[in-house]
């Protein structure tokens, strides 16, 4: 198990009237996950570090994040 994982994480809204949108890039493989709010972004990194792995790339799956991306 890693004790050090490393993403790329974006965060941007259209204009201050809208809301905050999150991208997270595993830099290693590219996977790309999108969130159509930080706190679903924050909800898919505390899932990924309970549930940590040998491979530290393989993003967690869980029922709410099936498709292929997390926009709602």
Request: proline fraction near 8%; charged fraction near 20%; glycine fraction near 0%.
């Amino acid at each position: 198990m890693s004790n050090y994982h490393a993403f790329l994480i974006r965060l941007w809204r259209e204009n201050d009237a809208q809301p905050w949108h999150a991208e997270l890039q595993f830099p290693a493989t590219n996977e790309r996950h999108s969130f159509a709010t930080p706190e679903l972004l924050y909800s898919f990194l505390d899932e990924l570090m309970v549930n940590a792995s040998a491979n530290p790339y393989q993003a967690p799956v869980s029922p709410s994040e099936r498709s292929s991306d997390h926009l709602a």
